[in-house]
């Protein structure tokens, strides 16, 4: 399974923009980026998926570098709901699992 | 639309037991899979279910073993159980979305084993 770097821990104040920075340098050519985040207490929630273009939907959207090396997820004004811990997954196109890391701890400061 | 449901939320067993837990998929979905998730850890895959039929499963011993019906809802059930089965047993059925299947997650059954 090719392997996403992320920071352990990031934080920032509500109505901001959240950029969270993914590196997964030996990504595939058939390789997915998937993102899901985990609220406490709860089970991880799909957010946003992309394999070469960047991508939007109502929850956030997610930039792809040219090479795809790198990805960003990015949170257009925080929420408190948006703290959580988010994880950058990828997923070849037939691959049944998803490999969760240790992802990133996002804190949302008032 | 229902959403996936897992039941119990939390079970206490002690060494040596079995377990049996259940997960109803999200309407149209025709896969299942199982995640554990040991405290301060990310899920770690466990085996999905197709059509009735195991297709993939994780590192774990024989002891897990699973079940998937024909209205898709699923079983995993735990033999033998050991104190480092206590964890979070995640659900997550799937649809396919452009391309890749989008997993959709239960809240999870908190299993502690004493």
């Known amino acids: 399974d090719a392997k996403t770097t992320q920071p352990n821990s990031m934080e920032s104040n509500e109505e901001e923009p959240v950029h969270l920075p993914c590196n997964h340098s030996t990504i595939s050519g058939t390789d997915y980026i998937h993102w899901y985040r985990q609220l406490p207490s709860q089970g991880p929630e799909y957010v946003i998926h992309?394999?070469?273009s960047n991508v939007n939907n109502r929850m956030a959207s997610l930039a792809i570098a040219e090479d795809r090396k790198s990805s960003t997820l990015i949170l257009h004004r925080a929420t408190l709901r948006d703290a959580a811990v988010y994880y950058c997954?990828?997923?070849?196109?037939?691959?049944?699992?998803?490999?969760f890391g240790q992802g990133t701890r996002l804190t949302i400061n008032p | 639309e229902t959403g996936v449901t897992q039941s119990p939320t939390h079970l206490i067993k002690t060494r040596g037991q079995q377990v049996t837990l259940r997960c109803s998929s999200q309407s149209g979905h025709n896969t299942v899979s199982w995640y554990q998730q040991a405290l301060g850890q990310g899920p770690q895959f466990i085996f999905q279910?197709?059509?009735?039929?195991?297709?993939g499963r994780g590192n774990f011993p024989p002891r897990f073993s699973g079940l998937q019906f024909p209205n898709y809802s699923s079983e995993l059930n735990v033999n033998a159980l050991e104190l480092d089965d206590s964890a979070l047993y995640l659900c997550a059925s799937s649809a396919r979305l452009g391309g890749t299947d989008t997993q959709y997650f239960g809240p999870g059954t908190r299993l502690t084993v004493l």
């Open positions: 992309g394999l070469t």
């Open positions: 279910y197709y059509r009735e039929e195991e297709n």
């Open positions: 997954i990828l997923r070849d196109v037939r691959a049944q699992k998803l490999v």
